[in-house]
């Protein structure tokens, strides 16, 4: 599976990130990036958030003497071995932590509509797939939309503050079937109610995958008017040429599909 990383440049961390990460003298004047594996690079001015699991353990990774990656090990294991650290195949963990203790920190989002958004918990995060870390497009993956409508209705249960979940899905692509904003058209129309509703989120997300690929047109940023088909190669070529994006492949026969 080939995916394009999406570099999320940490502005500031949850406080209980920073009493875990605060002794970690190496990460000092370095660029720490919360790094999203996806294979919509067409949506990222949709980005609302970014999504991590709770439970799960992340590290800090040397990239270079600039810049630090937070991911799953695994990930890292396997960006060793694609010219994405300074060193092929050796990784350096510079700290561990939960994905409960970065709740709550703030990021950039590259081409996001939104200048800075925060880091939210989803419970279907898997840690086998991509980086484990998720970027969040409630307008165009039902998966995204109920999470965060979720987190919205529930706040404190979700232990989150209400204002790091207010932010609104924006319409990036135009599809006939469900408008301009398919996915919370889908979560309505299969009556999704919770991240919870498995089944109909995947079908929810069969369909939007279809829809926006072969009937969608973007409706924003320098590519408004193309076909996804055609502005997905160039959105994606405009993240790596800026060095917000790079492209990263997960050996075959690992990759977990959330959906089953
Ligand atoms: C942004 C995005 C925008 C995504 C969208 C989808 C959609 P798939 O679909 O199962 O083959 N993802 C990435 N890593 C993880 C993980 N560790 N755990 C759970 N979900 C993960 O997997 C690819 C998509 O699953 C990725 O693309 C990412 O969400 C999520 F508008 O990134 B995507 C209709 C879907 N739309």
Redesign the pocket.
Known sequence: QEYTAIKLQVTEWAESAQQVLASVSELAGKNVYLV?????PE?MYGQTNCFVGTEIKYGLYQVNDKDVFFITERAARNMAYQKIFSNFGEIKKLAEIKGDLVIGTKVKAPLSTYPEVYVLPME????T????V??S?PS?????FATLQDLQKKAAYYKIQPEWAAFEPIPIINTPSYGNLT?PFLCKLKKINSQKDRVPLAEA?EL??KE?FYQGTIVIGEYKGLSVQEAKPKIRDVLIQSGEGFVYNEPEGLVM???G
Request: glycine share 10%; aromatic share 4%; charged share 25%.
């Open positions: 999203a594996a996806t294979l919509r949506t279907n995060v898997l840690a797939k991509g980086t484990g998720v970027t497009v165009d993956s039902p998966d995204d996915a997300k939007a995958y926006g599909s959330r959906s």
